[in-house]
């Protein structure tokens, strides 16, 4: 059975496949990552971070952010992003600093977050178990 990424964020949702099934749709799939340049060099690439609402007394989780489309991009993105990359989800994976989570197409119907203190697991899961330099 091959899934798309949103089909197979669903899927996990609704039970129908597991969660190391989903991280590896989502290492495959192709995303948009948004961010901005520091200065002119495209290796300075500055991924949008977000920190989503927490629970009194939870811990605050920083995460960056990806789209599985363009159309799931809120218009207010250009304003804090002024750069848009497509690439797969394990180099986002592969590339996240130490710290970060990653939230798929926040405020969608059809979402997902991977923690920060998930990403060792899905390093795992997709053959990747450490970050890049």
Do not use: C, H, K
């Not at 039970?15 to 290796?43: M, N, Q, W």
């Not at 997902?112 to 053959?127: H, K, N, S, W, Y």
């Amino acid at each position: 059975m091959s899934l798309g990424l949103e089909a197979a964020v669903e899927a996990a949702r609704s039970g129908e496949i597991s969660d190391e099934e989903l991280v590896t749709v989502f290492g495959d799939a192709s995303v948009i990552y948004i961010g901005r340049l520091e200065d002119d060099d495209p290796t300075s690439f500055q991924p949008l971070v977000l920190s989503p609402p927490v629970a009194e007394g939870g811990e605050v989780q920083q995460m960056v952010v990806v789209f599985s489309d363009a159309s799931r991009i809120p218009p207010e993105a250009p304003t804090q992003a002024t750069m848009m990359l497509q690439v797969s989800g394990r180099q986002v994976i592969e590339t996240l600093p130490e710290g970060l989570g990653v939230a798929l197409n926040p405020g969608s119907e059809v979402s997902m977050e991977l923690p920060p203190a998930a990403i060792p697991a899905v390093r795992g899961v997709l053959g990747s178990d450490t970050p890049s330099p």
